[in-house]
Protein backbone atom coordinates (compact mmCIF):
# COMPACT_ATOMS: atom_id res chain seq x y z
CA UNK A 1 0.00 0.00 0.00
CA UNK A 2 1.28 3.54 -0.78
CA UNK A 3 -0.49 6.20 1.00
CA UNK A 4 -0.27 9.94 0.45
CA UNK A 5 3.19 11.26 1.75
CA UNK A 6 4.92 7.86 0.99
CA UNK A 7 7.87 8.80 -1.21
CA UNK A 8 6.81 6.74 -4.28
CA UNK A 9 3.01 8.13 -3.81
CA UNK A 10 3.44 11.11 -6.88
CA UNK A 11 4.75 8.29 -8.97
CA UNK A 12 2.39 5.64 -8.08
CA UNK A 13 -0.36 8.00 -8.60
CA UNK A 14 0.43 8.54 -12.34
CA UNK A 15 -1.75 7.77 -15.28
CA UNK A 16 -1.35 7.88 -18.94
CA UNK A 17 -3.80 10.71 -19.70
CA UNK A 18 -2.00 13.65 -17.65
CA UNK A 19 -5.26 15.27 -17.92
CA UNK A 20 -6.22 12.92 -14.91
CA UNK A 21 -4.21 14.19 -12.11
CA UNK A 22 -5.75 12.72 -9.34
CA UNK A 23 -4.72 12.49 -5.70
CA UNK A 24 -6.33 8.65 -3.94
CA UNK A 25 -6.35 8.16 -0.50
CA UNK A 26 -4.44 5.36 -1.28
CA UNK A 27 -2.63 2.86 -4.20
CA UNK A 28 -3.15 -0.96 -3.83
CA UNK A 29 -0.47 -3.23 -5.65
CA UNK A 30 -1.60 -6.97 -5.40
CA UNK A 31 0.57 -9.69 -6.33
CA UNK A 32 -2.35 -12.43 -6.58
CA UNK A 33 -6.14 -12.69 -6.72
CA UNK A 34 -6.39 -12.93 -2.99
CA UNK A 35 -4.64 -9.78 -2.69
CA UNK A 36 -7.08 -8.40 -4.70
CA UNK A 37 -10.09 -9.90 -2.53
CA UNK A 38 -8.40 -8.18 0.57
CA UNK A 39 -8.20 -5.04 -1.06
CA UNK A 40 -12.11 -5.30 -2.16
CA UNK A 41 -13.42 -6.27 0.99
CA UNK A 42 -11.19 -3.10 2.84
CA UNK A 43 -12.36 -0.86 0.43
CA UNK A 44 -15.91 -2.00 0.91
CA UNK A 45 -15.51 -1.62 4.82
CA UNK A 46 -14.02 1.93 4.51
CA UNK A 47 -16.55 2.70 1.87
CA UNK A 48 -14.10 3.85 -0.24
CA UNK A 49 -14.80 4.05 -4.52
CA UNK A 50 -12.13 1.84 -6.08
CA UNK A 51 -10.46 2.49 -9.24
CA UNK A 52 -9.10 -0.09 -11.34
CA UNK A 53 -5.94 0.33 -12.80
CA UNK A 54 -4.73 -2.17 -15.70
CA UNK A 55 -2.01 -0.34 -17.93
CA UNK A 56 -3.61 3.13 -16.89
CA UNK A 57 -4.58 3.79 -20.45
CA UNK A 58 -8.34 5.03 -19.80
CA UNK A 59 -8.74 8.16 -21.86
CA UNK A 60 -11.66 8.60 -19.53
CA UNK A 61 -9.27 8.64 -16.44
CA UNK A 62 -11.10 5.85 -15.04
CA UNK A 63 -7.69 4.32 -13.95
CA UNK A 64 -7.39 6.88 -10.76
CA UNK A 65 -9.55 8.80 -8.33
CA UNK A 66 -9.25 11.42 -5.49
CA UNK A 67 -9.51 10.28 -2.23
CA UNK A 68 -10.84 6.80 -2.82
CA UNK A 69 -8.34 3.43 -3.51
CA UNK A 70 -6.57 2.88 -7.00
CA UNK A 71 -6.24 -0.93 -7.53
CA UNK A 72 -3.28 -1.29 -9.70
CA UNK A 73 -2.66 -4.47 -10.78
CA UNK A 74 0.93 -3.84 -12.12
CA UNK A 75 2.57 -6.50 -10.07
CA UNK A 76 0.04 -8.93 -11.70
CA UNK A 77 1.75 -9.12 -15.86
CA UNK A 78 2.36 -12.96 -16.20
CA UNK A 79 1.36 -14.02 -19.93
CA UNK A 80 1.79 -17.57 -20.65
CA UNK A 81 1.23 -19.56 -24.30
CA UNK A 82 -0.10 -22.57 -25.06
CA UNK A 83 1.39 -23.47 -28.48
CA UNK A 84 -0.67 -26.72 -29.03
CA UNK A 85 -3.82 -25.53 -28.40
CA UNK A 86 -3.13 -22.28 -29.54
CA UNK A 87 -4.29 -20.11 -26.39
CA UNK A 88 -2.69 -17.44 -24.52
CA UNK A 89 -3.69 -15.99 -20.53
CA UNK A 90 -2.58 -12.66 -19.11
CA UNK A 91 -3.11 -11.42 -15.89
CA UNK A 92 -5.13 -8.19 -15.85
CA UNK A 93 -2.25 -6.12 -15.05
CA UNK A 94 -0.09 -7.37 -18.18
CA UNK A 95 0.30 -5.11 -21.79
CA UNK A 96 -0.11 -5.85 -25.10
CA UNK A 97 3.21 -5.53 -25.86
CA UNK A 98 3.88 -8.46 -23.64
CA UNK A 99 1.08 -10.51 -25.14
CA UNK A 100 2.46 -9.77 -28.70
CA UNK A 101 6.13 -10.65 -27.64
CA UNK A 102 4.79 -13.67 -26.36
CA UNK A 103 2.72 -15.59 -29.44
CA UNK A 104 4.89 -13.97 -32.11
CA UNK A 105 7.50 -16.17 -30.05
CA UNK A 106 5.72 -18.97 -31.47
CA UNK A 107 4.25 -18.05 -34.39
CA UNK A 108 1.27 -16.98 -33.17
CA UNK A 109 -1.17 -14.09 -33.08
CA UNK A 110 -4.02 -12.53 -31.14
CA UNK A 111 -5.59 -9.47 -32.39
CA UNK A 112 -5.19 -6.19 -30.11
CA UNK A 113 -4.55 -2.11 -30.13
CA UNK A 114 -2.21 -0.34 -31.62
CA UNK A 115 -0.09 1.26 -28.67
CA UNK A 116 2.27 -1.31 -26.53
CA UNK A 117 2.05 0.15 -22.86
CA UNK A 118 -1.76 -0.25 -23.47
CA UNK A 119 -3.67 -2.62 -20.51
CA UNK A 120 -4.75 -6.06 -21.82
CA UNK A 121 -7.72 -5.50 -19.85
CA UNK A 122 -9.05 -2.54 -20.15
CA UNK A 123 -8.53 -2.82 -24.21
CA UNK A 124 -10.25 -6.30 -23.70
CA UNK A 125 -13.43 -5.74 -21.47
CA UNK A 126 -14.27 -2.35 -23.86
CA UNK A 127 -13.85 -4.25 -27.23
CA UNK A 128 -10.30 -3.81 -28.63
CA UNK A 129 -9.66 -2.30 -31.62
CA UNK A 130 -6.78 -2.67 -33.88
CA UNK A 131 -4.67 -3.41 -36.66
CA UNK A 132 -5.56 -7.20 -37.37
CA UNK A 133 -9.37 -6.52 -36.63
CA UNK A 134 -10.73 -6.72 -40.49
CA UNK A 135 -8.91 -10.33 -40.18
CA UNK A 136 -9.03 -11.86 -37.11
CA UNK A 137 -11.06 -9.93 -35.03
CA UNK A 138 -11.81 -7.73 -32.38
CA UNK A 139 -9.85 -8.35 -29.48
CA UNK A 140 -12.84 -9.18 -27.32
CA UNK A 141 -14.30 -11.51 -30.37
CA UNK A 142 -10.97 -13.96 -29.50
CA UNK A 143 -11.59 -13.90 -25.76
CA UNK A 144 -12.28 -17.22 -24.35
CA UNK A 145 -12.52 -16.65 -20.73
CA UNK A 146 -12.09 -14.61 -17.60
CA UNK A 147 -11.21 -14.57 -14.44
CA UNK A 148 -13.20 -12.26 -11.99
CA UNK A 149 -13.31 -10.68 -8.32
CA UNK A 150 -17.02 -9.34 -7.45
CA UNK A 151 -17.75 -6.39 -5.50
CA UNK A 152 -18.28 -9.17 -2.68
CA UNK A 153 -14.94 -10.50 -3.06
CA UNK A 154 -16.33 -14.03 -4.98
CA UNK A 155 -14.23 -15.17 -7.62
CA UNK A 156 -16.20 -15.92 -10.64
CA UNK A 157 -15.07 -17.87 -14.03
CA UNK A 158 -17.25 -16.41 -17.08
CA UNK A 159 -16.84 -18.01 -20.85
CA UNK A 160 -19.22 -19.49 -23.14
CA UNK A 161 -20.04 -22.12 -20.95
CA UNK A 162 -19.90 -21.02 -17.60
CA UNK A 163 -21.83 -18.01 -16.34
CA UNK A 164 -22.54 -17.24 -19.86
CA UNK A 165 -25.04 -14.93 -18.72
CA UNK A 166 -22.00 -12.27 -17.27
CA UNK A 167 -19.47 -13.44 -20.48
CA UNK A 168 -22.01 -11.56 -22.84
CA UNK A 169 -21.47 -8.36 -21.20
CA UNK A 170 -18.10 -8.46 -20.07
CA UNK A 171 -17.36 -8.31 -24.00
CA UNK A 172 -17.91 -4.66 -23.72
CA UNK A 173 -18.90 -3.58 -21.07
CA UNK A 174 -17.10 -5.38 -18.68
CA UNK A 175 -15.37 -2.71 -16.29
CA UNK A 176 -18.69 -2.41 -14.30
CA UNK A 177 -18.90 -6.03 -13.19
CA UNK A 178 -15.59 -6.42 -11.00
CA UNK A 179 -11.94 -6.76 -11.08
CA UNK A 180 -10.55 -8.88 -14.06
CA UNK A 181 -7.73 -10.68 -12.91
CA UNK A 182 -7.38 -12.91 -15.99
CA UNK A 183 -8.02 -13.49 -19.52
CA UNK A 184 -7.71 -16.74 -21.92
CA UNK A 185 -7.67 -15.86 -25.45
CA UNK A 186 -7.69 -17.91 -28.77
CA UNK A 187 -4.11 -17.38 -30.59
CA UNK A 188 -3.67 -17.68 -34.97
CA UNK A 189 -1.02 -18.44 -36.89
CA UNK A 190 0.86 -15.47 -38.20
CA UNK A 191 4.22 -14.98 -40.17
CA UNK A 192 6.26 -12.22 -38.15
CA UNK A 193 6.58 -10.33 -41.13
CA UNK A 194 3.65 -7.64 -42.21
CA UNK A 195 3.14 -5.30 -45.11
CA UNK A 196 2.69 -1.40 -43.31
CA UNK A 197 2.40 2.02 -44.01
CA UNK A 198 0.60 4.75 -45.57
CA UNK A 199 0.79 7.22 -48.33
CA UNK A 200 -0.08 10.85 -48.07
CA UNK A 201 -2.13 12.65 -50.55
CA UNK A 202 -3.05 16.76 -50.59
CA UNK A 203 -6.22 16.70 -48.63
CA UNK A 204 -7.84 18.48 -51.88
CA UNK A 205 -7.97 15.00 -53.50
CA UNK A 206 -9.28 13.20 -50.83
CA UNK A 207 -12.91 12.73 -52.55
CA UNK A 208 -10.68 11.02 -55.41
CA UNK A 209 -8.81 9.03 -53.44
CA UNK A 210 -11.85 8.03 -51.27
CA UNK A 211 -13.02 6.49 -54.31
CA UNK A 212 -10.64 4.26 -53.99
CA UNK A 213 -10.59 3.19 -50.77
CA UNK A 214 -14.67 2.72 -50.65
CA UNK A 215 -13.76 -0.17 -53.74
CA UNK A 216 -10.65 -1.54 -51.70
CA UNK A 217 -12.70 -1.75 -48.28
CA UNK A 218 -15.35 -4.02 -50.13
CA UNK A 219 -13.21 -6.43 -52.11
CA UNK A 220 -10.20 -6.45 -49.50
CA UNK A 221 -12.54 -7.49 -46.17
CA UNK A 222 -9.34 -8.86 -44.40
CA UNK A 223 -6.79 -5.72 -44.81
CA UNK A 224 -6.46 -3.25 -42.49
CA UNK A 225 -7.37 0.38 -43.65
CA UNK A 226 -6.62 3.30 -41.58
CA UNK A 227 -7.72 7.16 -42.82
CA UNK A 228 -6.48 10.10 -41.30
CA UNK A 229 -7.28 13.99 -41.86
CA UNK A 230 -4.57 15.95 -40.48
CA UNK A 231 -2.36 18.76 -41.13
CA UNK A 232 1.47 16.87 -41.89
CA UNK A 233 4.58 18.72 -40.04
CA UNK A 234 7.09 16.98 -42.43
CA UNK A 235 5.29 18.98 -45.18
CA UNK A 236 5.24 22.74 -43.43
CA UNK A 237 1.32 22.29 -41.96
CA UNK A 238 -0.22 21.08 -45.53
CA UNK A 239 -3.25 19.84 -44.68
CA UNK A 240 -3.42 15.99 -46.28
CA UNK A 241 -5.37 13.00 -46.16
CA UNK A 242 -3.70 9.82 -45.50
CA UNK A 243 -4.48 6.09 -46.84
CA UNK A 244 -2.64 3.50 -43.86
CA UNK A 245 -3.20 -0.07 -44.01
CA UNK A 246 -2.01 -3.25 -42.27
CA UNK A 247 -1.58 -6.30 -44.66
CA UNK A 248 -1.01 -9.24 -42.75
CA UNK A 249 -1.78 -11.79 -45.86
CA UNK A 250 1.73 -12.16 -47.28
CA UNK A 251 4.26 -9.74 -48.69
CA UNK A 252 3.70 -10.45 -52.79
CA UNK A 253 -0.03 -10.01 -51.87
CA UNK A 254 0.07 -7.06 -50.03
CA UNK A 255 2.61 -5.34 -52.88
CA UNK A 256 -0.27 -5.99 -55.22
CA UNK A 257 -3.26 -5.13 -53.70
CA UNK A 258 -2.12 -2.00 -52.12
CA UNK A 259 -0.85 -0.97 -55.49
CA UNK A 260 -3.93 0.96 -56.34
CA UNK A 261 -3.21 3.78 -53.71
CA UNK A 262 1.06 4.04 -54.17
CA UNK A 263 -0.19 4.59 -57.84
CA UNK A 264 -1.76 7.73 -57.23
CA UNK A 265 1.34 9.76 -56.83
CA UNK A 266 1.40 10.72 -53.38
CA UNK A 267 3.22 13.09 -51.66
CA UNK A 268 4.75 10.35 -49.44
CA UNK A 269 4.76 6.39 -49.37
CA UNK A 270 6.00 4.73 -46.24
CA UNK A 271 4.55 1.09 -46.99
CA UNK A 272 7.16 -1.75 -46.92
CA UNK A 273 8.06 -5.30 -45.47
CA UNK A 274 8.01 -5.03 -41.07
CA UNK A 275 8.09 -7.03 -39.04
CA UNK A 276 4.94 -7.29 -36.47
CA UNK A 277 6.35 -6.44 -33.19
CA UNK A 278 7.90 -3.16 -34.78
CA UNK A 279 4.81 -2.16 -36.28
CA UNK A 280 2.96 -2.85 -32.96
CA UNK A 281 5.31 -0.54 -31.27
CA UNK A 282 5.83 1.85 -33.21
CA UNK A 283 3.05 4.21 -32.08
CA UNK A 284 4.73 3.92 -27.99
CA UNK A 285 6.46 7.37 -28.10
CA UNK A 286 4.47 9.44 -29.88
CA UNK A 287 1.64 7.91 -27.65
CA UNK A 288 3.92 7.97 -24.60
CA UNK A 289 2.90 8.91 -21.12
CA UNK A 290 2.86 12.39 -20.22
CA UNK A 291 0.39 13.98 -22.76
CA UNK A 292 -3.10 15.47 -22.63
CA UNK A 293 -5.43 13.29 -24.82
CA UNK A 294 -9.05 13.85 -25.88
CA UNK A 295 -10.93 11.92 -28.00
CA UNK A 296 -14.20 12.10 -29.17
CA UNK A 297 -16.01 9.07 -31.65
CA UNK A 298 -18.77 7.10 -33.36
CA UNK A 299 -19.89 4.90 -36.00
CA UNK A 300 -20.26 6.29 -39.57
CA UNK A 301 -23.15 4.85 -41.98
CA UNK A 302 -21.21 5.19 -44.89
CA UNK A 303 -17.85 6.60 -45.92
CA UNK A 304 -20.33 9.21 -48.05
CA UNK A 305 -18.48 11.99 -50.33
CA UNK A 306 -20.50 14.26 -48.19
CA UNK A 307 -18.74 12.55 -45.23
CA UNK A 308 -15.44 12.80 -46.66
CA UNK A 309 -15.33 16.91 -48.04
CA UNK A 310 -16.91 17.74 -44.12
CA UNK A 311 -13.65 15.79 -42.65
CA UNK A 312 -11.51 17.65 -45.37
CA UNK A 313 -12.90 21.02 -44.70
CA UNK A 314 -12.32 20.41 -40.82
CA UNK A 315 -8.56 20.34 -41.14
CA UNK A 316 -8.40 23.82 -42.10
CA UNK A 317 -9.08 24.76 -38.51
CA UNK A 318 -7.55 21.76 -36.94
CA UNK A 319 -4.95 22.09 -34.19
CA UNK A 320 -1.28 20.93 -33.83
CA UNK A 321 -1.16 17.43 -33.09
CA UNK A 322 -4.89 16.23 -34.13
CA UNK A 323 -6.45 13.68 -36.66
CA UNK A 324 -9.55 13.15 -37.57
CA UNK A 325 -9.17 9.25 -37.60
CA UNK A 326 -11.46 6.95 -39.82
CA UNK A 327 -10.92 3.13 -39.57
CA UNK A 328 -12.56 0.18 -41.95
CA UNK A 329 -14.78 -2.35 -39.51
CA UNK A 330 -16.29 -5.11 -41.67
CA UNK A 331 -14.81 -8.24 -42.61
CA UNK A 332 -14.19 -10.32 -39.11
CA UNK A 333 -15.88 -7.46 -37.46
CA UNK A 334 -19.15 -7.96 -39.67
CA UNK A 335 -19.14 -11.48 -39.37
CA UNK A 336 -19.89 -11.98 -35.61
CA UNK A 337 -23.91 -11.41 -34.87
CA UNK A 338 -24.56 -8.32 -33.09
CA UNK A 339 -26.51 -9.57 -30.40
CA UNK A 340 -23.20 -12.02 -29.43
CA UNK A 341 -22.33 -9.61 -26.51
CA UNK A 342 -22.08 -6.68 -25.09
CA UNK A 343 -20.08 -4.89 -27.97
CA UNK A 344 -22.12 -2.88 -30.25
CA UNK A 345 -21.94 -1.10 -33.51
CA UNK A 346 -19.85 -3.92 -35.07
CA UNK A 347 -21.60 -3.62 -38.49
CA UNK A 348 -21.03 0.06 -39.12
CA UNK A 349 -18.89 0.51 -41.85
CA UNK A 350 -16.54 2.88 -40.37
CA UNK A 351 -15.44 3.99 -37.43
CA UNK A 352 -14.77 8.02 -36.69
CA UNK A 353 -12.92 10.11 -33.99
CA UNK A 354 -11.38 12.94 -33.41
CA UNK A 355 -8.05 12.17 -31.60
CA UNK A 356 -5.86 15.45 -29.73
CA UNK A 357 -2.84 14.87 -27.83
CA UNK A 358 -1.35 18.11 -26.24
CA UNK A 359 1.08 19.39 -23.36
CA UNK A 360 -0.04 22.19 -22.34
CA UNK A 361 -3.35 22.37 -19.82
CA UNK A 362 -3.96 26.28 -20.88
CA UNK A 363 -4.57 24.46 -24.02
CA UNK A 364 -7.35 22.39 -22.53
CA UNK A 365 -10.46 24.02 -23.22
CA UNK A 366 -9.50 25.12 -27.21
CA UNK A 367 -8.33 21.47 -27.43
CA UNK A 368 -11.36 19.29 -25.93
CA UNK A 369 -13.82 22.30 -27.61
CA UNK A 370 -12.44 21.77 -31.39
CA UNK A 371 -13.09 17.82 -31.01
CA UNK A 372 -16.74 17.98 -29.44
CA UNK A 373 -17.59 20.51 -32.04
CA UNK A 374 -16.00 18.43 -34.97
CA UNK A 375 -17.63 15.31 -34.03
CA UNK A 376 -21.11 17.14 -33.48
CA UNK A 377 -20.62 18.24 -36.93
CA UNK A 378 -20.30 14.73 -38.20
CA UNK A 379 -23.01 13.20 -35.89
CA UNK A 380 -25.76 13.38 -38.19
CA UNK A 381 -23.73 10.73 -40.66
CA UNK A 382 -23.46 8.50 -37.64
CA UNK A 383 -25.25 4.86 -36.34
CA UNK A 384 -25.63 3.42 -33.59
CA UNK A 385 -23.33 2.70 -30.73
CA UNK A 386 -20.20 3.84 -29.44
CA UNK A 387 -16.66 2.41 -28.82
CA UNK A 388 -16.71 2.70 -25.28
CA UNK A 389 -12.88 2.37 -24.80
CA UNK A 390 -12.78 5.60 -26.66
CA UNK A 391 -15.78 7.43 -24.89
CA UNK A 392 -14.05 10.17 -22.31
CA UNK A 393 -17.55 11.87 -20.77
CA UNK A 394 -18.27 10.33 -17.85
CA UNK A 395 -22.09 9.76 -17.37
CA UNK A 396 -23.02 9.23 -20.89
CA UNK A 397 -26.43 7.59 -21.68
CA UNK A 398 -25.60 3.86 -21.48
CA UNK A 399 -27.95 3.51 -24.04
CA UNK A 400 -26.29 5.85 -26.92
CA UNK A 401 -23.00 3.03 -26.66
CA UNK A 402 -24.75 0.17 -26.27
CA UNK A 403 -28.16 0.60 -27.97
CA UNK A 404 -31.11 0.58 -25.81
CA UNK A 405 -31.96 -3.16 -25.73
CA UNK A 406 -28.59 -4.10 -24.98
CA UNK A 407 -28.34 -1.82 -22.57
CA UNK A 408 -31.79 -2.64 -20.43
CA UNK A 409 -30.09 -6.48 -20.18
CA UNK A 410 -26.76 -4.74 -19.29
CA UNK A 411 -28.77 -3.06 -16.06
CA UNK A 412 -29.89 -6.98 -15.73
CA UNK A 413 -26.65 -7.60 -15.16
CA UNK A 414 -25.45 -4.86 -13.40
CA UNK A 415 -28.13 -5.91 -10.50
CA UNK A 416 -27.22 -9.55 -10.75
CA UNK A 417 -23.41 -9.35 -10.44
CA UNK A 418 -22.90 -5.57 -8.69
CA UNK A 419 -26.15 -4.74 -7.12
CA UNK A 420 -24.62 -1.62 -5.57
CA UNK A 421 -22.94 -0.39 -7.93
CA UNK A 422 -19.44 -0.75 -6.02
CA UNK A 423 -17.64 -0.74 -9.76
CA UNK A 424 -18.70 2.77 -10.96
CA UNK A 425 -15.36 4.63 -11.81
CA UNK A 426 -16.42 2.94 -16.01
CA UNK A 427 -18.83 4.28 -18.35
CA UNK A 428 -21.68 3.17 -15.67
CA UNK A 429 -23.87 0.74 -16.19
CA UNK A 430 -26.48 2.22 -12.85
CA UNK A 431 -27.87 -1.04 -11.54
Not at 54 to 75: P, Q, W
Not at 96 to 102: E, V
Not at 148 to 171: C, M, Q, Y
Not at 292 to 297: E, L, P, Q, S, V
Request: proline share 4%.
Amino acid sequence: MILPGHPDYDQARIVWNAIADRRPALVVRPTSVDDVISAIQFAGEEQLVVAVRGGAHSVAGFSTCDGGMVLDLSRMREVTVDPVNKRARAQGGAHLSQLDKAAQSHGLVCPVGVVGHTGVAGLTLGGGMGRLQRKLGLTVDNLVGVDLVTANGNKIHASETENPDLFWGLRGAGANFGVATSFEFRLHPMDGTIFQGGVVFPVERSLEVAEHVREFVATHDDVHVALAFTKDEELEGQPVFVVGSTHAGGVDDAERDLRVFRELRPLRDTFGAKPYLEVQRMADESSGWGQRFYTKAGFLAALSDEVVSLCAGLVETIPPGAELSLWAQGGAVGRVPDDAMAYTGRHAPFNVSAELAWTDAADDEQRIAWGRAAIAKIKPFMTTGQYVNDVVEAGTDGAQIYGQAKYERLVGLKRKYDPDNFFRLNQNIRP
